[in-house]
């Protein structure tokens, strides 16, 4: 997704809701450092959305989600979200990036760091989340040491602590990556 095609989801979810801010949790939240990030990376059509402080309004956000109208209309779409939908390390709303301006009918985004991003991918280890973060690595758009500090302050049990420092570990491995 482009960075203006986000921007339309974010002056649409405006109308909707009559809020001026939102926070992006997933993916998507790599324009707020890196608008102008190169396309297959920033792959799904999808804006992880959320009503800052007000649940009820995020679900409203189904009028312009997964095949709605809209989506069909456009190709991309909001996916309503809420703070239980992603772990992540703690003081992550300390961290939150503001988008860069662009035409979202006065609407604002806060997104999520990168690193805080990456540990919430690590942490759901989906296939694309283990893509995604290899290639947030390869790219070096996350350094481990950042992501190893993270780590400690993730609410998550030793095990998957364990597992995802080895994953961290193998994401740098490589040349490109370290």
């Known amino acids: 997704m482009k960075k203006q095609q986000l921007d339309h989801v974010l002056?649409?979810?405006?109308?909707?809701?009559?809020?001026?801010?939102?926070?992006?949790?997933?993916?998507?939240?790599?324009?707020?450092?890196?608008?102008?990030?190169?396309?297959?990376?920033?792959?799904?059509?999808?804006?992880?959305?959320?009503?800052?402080?007000?649940?009820?309004?995020?679900?409203?956000?189904?009028?312009?989600?997964?095949?709605?109208?809209?989506?069909?209309?456009?190709?991309?779409?909001?996916?309503?979200?809420?703070?239980?939908?992603?772990?992540?390390?703690?003081?992550w709303k300390g961290r939150l990036v503001h988008l860069p301006p662009g035409d979202t009918e006065g609407v604002r985004a806060l997104c999520l760091d990168p690193h805080d991003l990456a540990i919430a991918k690590y942490v759901a280890d989906r296939e694309k989340d283990r893509v995604f973060t290899r290639d947030l690595a390869r790219r070096r758009i996350t350094t481990r040491k950042r992501l190893l500090e993270l780590l400690v302050a993730t609410p998550i049990d030793e095990a998957v602590r364990e597992r995802i420092r080895s994953t961290i570990d193998s994401d740098f491995a490589s040349p490109k990556s370290a």
């Open 11 to 91: 002056g649409a979810a405006g109308r909707i809701t009559g809020e001026k801010q939102f926070v992006i949790v997933g993916s998507q939240a790599l324009h707020g450092k890196y608008p102008d990030l190169a396309d297959e990376i920033l792959r799904s059509a999808e804006v992880d959305l959320m009503v800052k402080g007000d649940v009820a309004k995020t679900e409203w956000l189904n009028v312009i989600g997964q095949f709605s109208p809209f989506h069909e209309q456009f190709g991309y779409y909001a996916d309503p979200v809420d703070e239980n939908t992603a772990t992540l390390p703690k003081g």
